[in-house]
């Protein structure tokens, strides 16, 4: 038996056979050919399936992630298409008399030097795309097409990283967990396993070869270990948790429908984080009182192009639709530092968390901010929407922001266009906006606390930096006592205030937010129902009194 530590992103065991994801790059011989006609036959008919396996891949992802995330597939389509790459493969093969893997590999290499070689960014991206759209017709030629064998079963993924097209790829039905040897918190795979509820680890030093992949694995999210060929002991122990844990889960879908009240008559309200559209039906399902944190940013993330007015409405509109009425919190743009968009054309920044990101690009680029705002105003006319502003530090900005909006509104009556009346609330994730809460408190409607960014500000420790893990900690008395601070304020000015970072869903603080008084939750969907348990037991003035 091995045992490899990792960093946990989400609890719970999972056992099962472990399949380890590889990025192509395989081994490719040159052999010399005498049929070449037969040769390019055998290359027409592999571009052929990975046509045919590009396209099923595109309507798999229209329907998980919708039509942004579904189109690098049409681009690989129209890629492997090119008649550029396809008259250098037949051309070497006829002149050269050598192999379609050899043809293909050659081609690969030649197209993707010249893409990596350009000075525009998004050609430089296109290298990439050569390369996985080649790996694709050399497995199929090869016939090892590896991707879709993983998943013939019930399999741990243990991977390098997974990028968010890869994911995509798998079927989710058959994925018992992640691991990964690199990766942050933060990363899209850990964003997947909160949403999707199951157990996962990242920064985990395991080798991706033969001596871990296929063999029996025993994932444990609570402790952040991964057992590899595990003893009948470990064995017994493990399977005997995820039944216990199997029971827990079966018992808190009994609280779905309950009002999230305290024993002492305190309501909060607990709200879901997504990212996506994708992520509403796992909002439902897990009977979440609304959303409390929409990143928006993905939606510029998405694309290689500014999203319109009209793009961005038809999003919005859908998410307040099929949230019938309950409260969807839409934060506005929050581009830069870990989140970088090419087509923004943004200078190289030393230290891009202190740096252009987020409100500060809306107010000094005002047509992609009004653009945002009119969707948004736009869409509010169908649902209960609140619009949040990130990166606040002062009440200046609030009032230049307020500025833009009363310029949007009346540009939507004078052209006759309806909107609705939506809440406006900012995040307080510096430790400027703690300190001059009291004062914002009276220029908006709510409160959001970022906790991530709050504790990154704070103990001024780069959040995104793993040499610094041992220094990071999201329970430093400063950042329970900023939160109590900000609360204390909005409360004073008849505001509500919620929590919308990780810390959210940190079980260990439930009860000390609750005594703090915080007004809402929000947290990964398969958060919901256990910090709902939490809150129907706990007395909240009886909890206080015993501290």
């Avoid at 307080?428 to 004062?439: K, W, Y």
Wanted: net charge negative.
């Amino acid at each position: 038996m091995k045992v490899y530590d990792g960093k946990s992103v989400f609890q719970g065991v999972a056992i099962g056979k472990i399949s380890v994801y590889k990025k192509g790059e395989q081994q490719v011989k040159r052999i010399k050919v005498t049929d070449t006609d037969a040769e390019l036959a055998r290359y027409e008919a592999a571009k052929a399936k990975a046509l045919e396996q590009l396209q099923g891949l595109y309507d798999k992802a229209l329907h998980e992630v919708g039509e942004a995330n579904a189109a690098i597939f049409e681009v690989h389509q129209m890629m492997l298409e090119d008649d550029d790459y396809n008259d250098s493969i037949a051309n070497m093969v006829r002149t050269q008399g050598v192999n379609a893997e050899y043809a293909v590999a050659s081609t690969c290499d030649n197209f993707a030097q010249m893409f990596a070689s350009m000075d525009d960014d998004y050609m430089k991206e296109r290298a990439a795309d050569v390369k996985d759209i080649s790996e694709r017709v050399l497995s199929i030629l090869s016939g090892n097409d590896s991707a879709s064998a993983m998943m013939t079963e019930p399999s741990i993924i243990v991977a390098d990283d997974l990028a968010p097209s890869e994911t995509v790829q798998l079927n989710k039905d058959m994925v018992l967990s992640f691991v990964t040897v690199h990766g942050s918190l933060n990363s899209h795979t850990a964003i997947l396993a909160r949403t999707m509820a199951i157990p996962a680890l990242i920064g985990t030093p395991l080798p991706l070869d033969d001596t871990v992949d296929g063999k029996l694995g025993i994932v444990d999210g609570t402790s952040g270990k991964i057992y590899v060929d595990p003893d009948e002991e470990t064995l017994n122990r493990m399977t005997k948790r995820q039944q216990e844990e199997a029971e827990k889960k079966s018992l808190l879908q009994t609280l779905k429908g309950k009002e999230n009240i305290t024993l002492d008559g305190k309501k909060i309200m607990l709200y879901a984080n997504i990212g996506n559209i994708k992520d509403l039906g796992t909002v439902i399902q897990n009977d979440a009182g609304g959303i409390g944190l929409f990143r928006s940013e993905f939606i510029y993330l998405e694309k290689d192009h500014y999203p319109t007015e009209e793009e961005q409405f038809q999003i919005y509109k859908q998410v307040a639709e099929t949230m019938a009425g309950k409260r969807v919190i839409i934060r506005t743009l929050d581009i830069g530092a870990d989140k970088q968009c090419d087509y923004f054309e943004m200078e190289h920044e030393e230290n891009p968390a202190l740096g252009y990101r987020a409100i500060r690009i809306c107010l000094t680029r005002p047509e992609i901010f009004k653009t945002q705002l009119r969707a948004l105003f736009r869409a509010s006319a169908f649902g209960k929407i609140a619009i949040m502003y990130p990166m606040i530090t002062s009440v200046k900005e609030v009032k230049q922001i307020k500025e833009v909006v009363d310029a949007v509104k009346k540009e939507l009556t004078e052209q006759g266009t309806p909107y609705g009346d939506p809440e406006q609330g900012i995040m307080i994730e510096t430790p400027a906006a703690v300190m001059v809460s009291d004062e914002l408190a009276k220029e908006v409607d709510f409160f959001s606390i970022g906790t991530n960014d709050l504790t990154q500000y704070t103990l001024a420790i780069d959040r995104q930096n793993t040499k610094l893990d041992a220094f990071y900690d999201s329970h430093h008395p400063a950042i329970l006592r900023m939160i109590a601070m900000v609360v204390e304020n909005a409360h004073k000015a008849g505001i509500w205030t919620g929590i919308c970072g990780e810390l959210g869903a940190d079980q260990t603080l439930t009860r000390e937010f609750l005594a703090m008084g915080v007004d809402e939750l929000s947290v990964s969907p398969g958060s919901i129902l256990p910090i709902r348990k939490i809150i129907l037991e706990t007395n909240v003035e009886e909890y206080k009194a015993g501290k």
